[in-house]
């Protein structure tokens, strides 16, 4: 299922990238052989020699209209400077400007570092003392999406890897407290209040295996809206259901149905993401969260159960294929038949 | 209900506490050399996060090419009449596809929609119950799968994407129970 997902998001991201831009292409989005016209105001009196000189520069709001067939509308004067290269004379637009699409996007695509529009500038004729009709043109802008998307690949690569990194603290935290609780039979005893209630949920797991403990920890941290304690408490339970699993790399019964609980995510308390977004707002939705919560919680486990019993769940169920060891098994149902 | 949240939002104040102080606390009557454990245990916090990495980096690059290619708003535009024939409303489609797949993108859906509807408006209810009653589903089978290198997850994924499928009808429907 995953390996289809993962396939189908990668595969259509690319489809639709080239989608995209080949509709941009045909259609010219970006009027990229057009210049842009405007006109620019000089703030001194214009010296032919100086590297740097500010303008404002003011653009058509019709023309702009009717070249790149848009709704949207320039600012009334934008703050510019003229630069002089080899290659002739440059205008930049400053780094703050607030321009309409698809300048935007094509300030993005063309010099994304400096956030600065560039072109090259052809001037016309004066119309008036210190104003002179001009035009515009920008590098060319093609294949958008398919830039985007690459970028988005390795901006995201590097997003994961720092998400994992930034949690070996917290990690290292609770399974170093976990790993006290374990040996100070907390564990044990809270297996023990716990049995009776989680039982049901995971017929697979020995009476008295620690990994019921964690499991109710996981919960009872995700329902106080703790989901820093939440991740460690759930991954260690993983890893104690993982010492019942006779196989390394597939999921157990259990697993499934502790990750479905999980993804349901039971909480009595808002997270605080949730609490910065809507500040008070949020004390008249507690009640709607705790109903919504709750029933998703009853379709995972009723889903992971049910799912559990299709054909080819229990083809791939690894107590099914592996099931010669000798362990103890809690039910009847995760016996070979 | 003020209560009750007063309570349980009071109750989660010293939950933490009590598990930071209380377990070196109950292990030091319980004669366990607490400091050594502790260590021994907080050894693997290293382990753990690197083993995930491989994990978080295959889901999450995906889910980014998804969103910067356009797919997710093409499949947002292609769902729109679909879902309007159950009543669900088109505007917190968005909240209800990019949920299960990224927890930072489903915030920021949050903030652009208090922007663009005002608080106080049902759609952003919804979405905020979406948001507060659903976890980032692929993000949690990443992280906890990932820490024991489990590849083939079975029936895990369509069981959480059901559970997220019916949370967001739920929340479609009890905030129309509850304020319209």
Known sequence: MLNYIWAGLIVSSLVFALFYDVRD??????????????????????????????VEVRIDPDKYGDLYATDARPEVTYDATLIRTNEGTQLRFDADASLPEPLATIRDVTNSRTEQLQGRIAFEEPVGAALVEATVAFEPVRFVKMNAMAGAALDFAETAASIALSLIGVLALFLGLLKIAEEAGIIYALVKLVRPILKPLFPEVPDDHPALGMIALNMAANVFGLGNAATPFGIKAMEELQTLNPTDDTATNPMVMLLAINTASVQLVPPVLLLALMGLQINQLIFAIIITTGISLVVAITAAKLLGRLPKSRASDPNRSGGTEERKNGGTEALPS | MET?????????????????????LYGLYKKVPVYESFVEGAKEGFEVAVRIIPYLVAILFAIGMFRASGAMDFLTDALRPVLALIGFPAEVLPMAIVRPLTGSGSAGIVVDMINTFGEDSLFVKMAATMFGSTETTFYVIAVYFGAVNIKKTRHAVPAGLI????????????VRLLFA
């Open chain 1, 25 to 54: 292409l045909t259609r010219d989005t970006y009027r990229n052989d057009t210049p842009l016209p405007l006109t620019v105001a000089f703030l001194d009196v214009y010296d032919a020699e100086a590297r740097r000189t500010p």
């Open chain 2, 4 to 24: 009750l949240r007063e309570i349980i939002s009071l109750l989660s104040y010293f939950v933490l506490p009590l598990i930071l102080v209380g377990f070196p």
């Open chain 2, 163 to 174: 559970a997220d499928f019916a949370a967001m009808l739920v929340a479609v429907w009890v």
